[in-house]
């Protein structure tokens, strides 16, 4: 028995040193679990898995990932409200090859109103979204968020929503996932209050002008 733990301590110690791990990683809608490949995880990243459900329009996916994840996503638990629709996510780990973290607790639902109010709305094939709708935040969703999503590889796909998040949500900031076959790219960016709706329009528009100098 003290042999293991001894191990265990010099293996978690590599890890914090920087020392590069290997990791399962694998993705699957539908279910909270899944099999993969082994892949080497960069320097500093640790074994992860993490479970969604996610609510949009009435239908509901769950999602389960491994993957080799950022320290600081470990054991965050959070949630996003958005007009028709709802994201909880859950992540643990494990800090050593090919190790398997135990079965990520999604958060509970809480429908206490918190005072804030954020703008709303959701793209089922677009990475923005712009509304006047406003959404009463709840629970410990004290922040204006927007996310966005865009899969490639075997699975080609994009959404976005703008609504209520946790901090934990927040905090994870931006953020690329290799899932072997898929490939995710998540863009998050958070504010204490709602977006300005003629702001974020100029934004956009700056961001369109920008791009299309690059395109042609």
């Known amino acids: 028995m003290g042999s293991f733990l001894l191990a265990t301590c010099i293996l978690s110690t590599l890890v914090s040193a920087g020392h590069s791990i290997t990791c399962f990683v694998c993705r699957a809608e539908g279910e909270f679990s899944c099999t993969g490949e082994e892949r080497s995880c960069p320097k ?15 239908m509901q996916t769950k999602t389960f990932t491994r993957s080799c994840e950022r320290r ?16 909880k996510r859950a992540t643990s780990c494990c800090y050593t090859d090919s190790c398997y ?19 709303s709305c959701t ?37 976005s929503f703008r609504g209520c998040g946790t901090k934990a949500i927040c905090d994870l900031g931006s953020q690329t996932h290799n899932y072997g076959n898929v490939q995710l790219r998540t863009e998050i960016t958070c504010t204490n209050h709602g977006p300005n709706l003629h702001s974020s329009f100029f934004v956009l528009l700056v961001t369109v002008v920008i791009s299309s100098k690059f395109l042609f």
């Open 123 to 159: 793209s089922h094939d677009s990475l923005w979204c712009l509304t006047k709708e406003k959404i009463e935040c709840t629970g410990q969703e004290n922040k204006c968020i927007f996310m966005s999503h865009a899969y490639t590889g075997a699975k080609y796909s994009k959404n």
């Open 72 to 87: 600081n996503a470990c054991g965050v638990t959070g949630t996003i409200g958005y007009q028709r629709g709802q994201v």
């Open 44 to 58: 500093d990243y640790v074994c992860a898995a993490t479970s969604t459900i996610t609510i949009m329009d009435g």
């Open 101 to 119: 973290p135990s079965s990520p607790a999604l958060p509970l639902d809480e429908s206490r109103r918190n005072g804030l109010t954020c703008s």
